[in-house]
């Protein structure tokens, strides 16, 4: 059973910087992709970014520019870089890992962006 545990959400003000990690008790490398996906309330799942065993990475179109993703192989860690960030940000991010035939989440973190 692979956990995910994601950490580093906040509240912080329009325009500040945070940083989510998320934790996997297995070698990150093994898995397809790695991502961030956030869920607002009364929104649907939707993803943020994402980043592939060989280093490639995707935005949503929201985030280009602001967020990055990017990941320590040698502490099984993936971290979301969040600048710029707005209050439409505003949402529970969560941690997702893609095998071959399946999907790992995590808890979630809360990130709340004041105005």
């Known amino acids: 059973q692979v956990q995910l545990v994601e950490s580093g959400g906040d509240l912080v003000q329009a325009g500040g910087s945070l940083r989510l990690s998320c934790a996997a008790s297995?070698?990150?490398?093994?898995?397809?992709?790695m991502g961030w996906y956030r869920q607002a309330p009364g929104k649907q799942r939707e993803l943020v970014a994402t980043?592939?065993?060989?280093?490639?990475?995707n935005y949503a179109d929201s985030v280009k520019g602001r967020f990055t993703i990017s990941r320590d192989n040698a502490k099984n860690t993936v971290y979301l870089q969040m600048n710029s960030l707005k209050p439409e940000d505003t949402a529970v991010y969560y941690c997702?890992?893609?095998?071959?035939?399946?999907?790992?989440w995590g808890q979630g973190t809360q990130v709340t962006v004041s105005s």
């Open positions: 997702n890992a893609q095998d071959v035939s399946y999907a790992y």
């Open positions: 297995r070698i990150i490398f093994s898995f397809n992709a």
């Open positions: 980043i592939t065993s060989g280093g490639s990475t």
